[in-house]
């Protein structure tokens, strides 16, 4: 994986996804190192993030890299006027390894194609997110000790929801059964679905949540992504449509976790936190072990 640019999930192969797992499970125990005592790492974020752009830096900064970056393009020279071009040839000159998201779709392919250094997906538009995937499989094999045969279900916005898409394409590596639960104008894209049949999985489409709970082993909500509507009346139509709530998980299967890539809305009940099902916590913690696992496999420190 060394200078490899990681932009859309298969980019990476099952054998070079779940190195990044076993390693990302070494970190986990050993969290704090001096690996990046000499690397810079640039991060730069056109969209808002939480989790990603923090996790990443904290990955760095747990093993004794520095960071470069901005978090709102208002105060880079984008503001000015400068090219997406621009910007990461000059960036790729300041740092070992860039980390982008931005909201233009195909952005970080060609970002990547102009960068002298590898480049690092951090989600565009909403098209990918497969950093968000490393991690979500790491915490389904933490929650159900392999990634076969499992019966998961993604729920909400399967249309514009990057996540989703990725997850989906590496979960056809291990014979998934998909439940897949959206209004119908918030189906999965035929691109996305034409993975699955590729390998000849099956998939069930639903409208209604309730249908799904008692069946599945990884619940997987999602906020429904305002961001992406041309037409705030049609947001405004579907924004309510799947809350879960605590009340809802009966007749669950014993090993059901629910995950969500977060940040929620109102897509999950606070009152579903304290239930052992709830694991989103862990898995937006999981991700700064699975960035240093794939920071380090870049940079071949490891
Ligand atoms: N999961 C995720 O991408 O969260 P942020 O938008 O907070 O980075």
């Given amino acids: 994986m060394k200078g490899k640019s990681l932009i859309s999930i298969n980019d990476y192969s099952k054998e070079e996804q779940i190195k990044i797992l076993d390693l990302a499970a070494e970190f986990e125990k050993n969290p704090v190192q001096n690996i990046l005592e000499k690397y810079v790492v640039a991060t730069l974020f056109f969209e808002p993030s939480t989790r990603t752009r923090l996790s990443f830096e904290s990955a760095v900064s747990r093993l004794g890299g520095k960071i470069i970056g901005f978090s709102d393009s208002s105060s880079s020279s984008v503001k ?75 729920v909400g916005d399967l249309k514009y929801g990057r996540t989703v898409h990725s997850l989906v394409i590496a979960l056809c590596n291990y014979n998934t059964t998909f439940h897949l639960v959206s209004p119908i104008e918030l189906k999965l894209p035929s691109a996305v679905k034409m993975h699955i049949k590729d390998k000849n999985l099956t998939y069930f489409q639903y409208t209604d949540m309730n249908d799904v709970i008692p069946q599945v082993d990884i619940l997987y909500m999602t906020r429904i992504q305002k961001e992406r509507f041309s037409d705030s009346l049609e947001y405004e139509r579907v924004k309510n449509l799947y809350i879960l709530n605590k009340n809802m998980l009966k007749g669950i299967k014993e090993n059901l976790k629910i995950l969500h890539p977060m940040p929620r809305v109102n897509e999950i009940s606070t009152d579903v936190d304290n239930t052992p099902q709830a694991h989103y916590f862990q898995q937006a913690l999981n991700g700064v072990y699975v960035r240093q696992a794939l920071i380090c496999s870049i940079l071949g420190l490891k």
């Fill in 80 to 154: 000015k006027g400068e090219s997406l071009k621009d910007t990461i040839i000059t960036v790729s000159n300041y740092s070992d390894l860039i980390v982008m998201r931005n909201p233009v779709e195909g952005s970080a392919r060609y970002a990547s194609e102009v960068s002298k250094v590898p480049l690092i997906n951090a989600g565009d538009g909403a098209n990918q997110h497969p950093t968000q995937t490393l991690l979500d499989l790491y915490t389904i094999r933490q929650t159900q000790g392999n990634l076969d045969n499992l019966h998961v279900a993604f």
